[in-house]
């Protein structure tokens, strides 16, 4: 899964670590501007430059559409780094070259950098208004940089992820709450009806592979939204974090779409899903845990209520 902006800003040290591999980058190459950057999906955004540079056009939070970046261009799969060191004779970079104008680069280096998993995270860069050398041993050393940094994202990662469902786990959950609440929101809390039957008769082998399908389904839901995501609290007990949302009609067609998502099983496992709903508004100061027992008091309501079903608290 692609490493958020917003999960980023939950790391412990990130804004330290990422400064260090500037700085060890700069005392490398100090006449080249460099930078940091992550990728989503269609996306790049530059998190961090090593300073000001007065002849290139970039600042940090910057989003730039993936496919009018350079950086794109990188082999991820052989982890090998990109350069150009005079981007004005390169004629595979005629579609670019409005773009490598505006920004003011004409020499580029771009070095991957990868989760241990393989996933691409983004680039660590080095660019100059002008056309430049890059030797091998700066090369070598700037690889082994983002090589150390793609460890620490990994370890960073693990913390706040499910190890079974790749989802986020309780501990994202009450780091991220501050940032989240200040917009207020709407937290729907998922348990599965009959899930104890199926590790019973199945084994948990068979569970496991059951809450991965269970994740990979509200996953698609939460995809469709921004500034969703979803957390698995443990066992079969979900929550799904939306931004506010004012229509209790849409609400409701989120519930009844989760609850359809999650009702689609083989014959051999009879699984429902009940949900219990809680809107929180925005900047109260409100106490996570009090939203917790909420939600969690709703969706006993559902579960009386003869399961595959939700309840609004």
């Given at each position: ?17 990422a400064n260090d591999v500037l700085n060890l980058a700069k005392e490398i190459l100090p006449d080249k501007l460099i930078y940091l950057t992550s990728f989503s999906d269609k996306e790049q955004i530059i998190l961090k430059l090593s300073d000001v540079n007065t002849h290139i056009s970039l600042s940090e939070g910057m989003v730039i559409n993936l496919d009018e970046t350079v950086c794109n261009r990188i082999d991820f799969q052989k982890n090998q780094p990109l350069i150009y060191e005079d981007l004005r004779k390169e004629t595979c970079l005629d579609d670019l ?217």
């Amino acid at each position: 899964m692609v490493i958020t902006l917003e999960e980023l800003q939950t790391y412990k040290n990130f804004d330290e670590l990422a400064n260090d591999v500037l700085n060890l980058a700069k005392e490398i190459l100090p006449d080249k501007l460099i930078y940091l950057t992550s990728f989503s999906d269609k996306e790049q955004i530059i998190l961090k430059l090593s300073d000001v540079n007065t002849h290139i056009s970039l600042s940090e939070g910057m989003v730039i559409n993936l496919d009018e970046t350079v950086c794109n261009r990188i082999d991820f799969q052989k982890n090998q780094p990109l350069i150009y060191e005079d981007l004005r004779k390169e004629t595979c970079l005629d579609d670019l070259r409005e773009i490598l104008a505006l920004v003011n680069i004409n020499s580029y280096l771009g070095i991957p950098i990868s989760l241990v998993s393989g996933e691409r995270f983004g680039t660590l860069c080095a660019a100059h208004h002008e056309a430049s050398d890059f030797d091998k041993k700066s090369i070598d050393l700037l690889q082994r940089i983002a090589k150390m940094f793609s460890y620490y994202l990994e370890l960073e990662r693990l913390a706040y992820r499910d190890s079974l469902t790749e989802l986020y786990n309780r501990q994202y959950l009450f780091n991220s709450f501050e940032d989240v609440s200040k917009a207020g929101g709407v937290f729907f809390f998922l348990d599965l009806d009959g899930f104890k039957k199926v590790n019973d008769l199945h084994g948990h082998d068979v569970g496991d592979r059951v809450l991965k399908e269970v994740a990979l389904k509200i996953q698609k839901v939460v995809d469709k939204h921004k500034s969703a995501f979803a957390v698995r609290l443990g066992g079969d007990e979900f929550i799904i974090s939306f931004p506010p949302i004012s229509s209790s009609m849409e609400i409701s067609c989120l519930a009844e779409e989760l609850l359809n998502y999650l009702n689609t099983w083989d014959r051999e496992y009879q699984l429902s899903t009940s949900i219990g709903i809680v809107l929180y508004p925005a900047g109260r100061g409100i106490n996570l845990d009090t939203i917790l027992k909420n939600a969690d008091n709703a969706l006993y309501r559902a579960k009386a209520a003869g399961k595959n079903t939700y309840i609004i608290f």
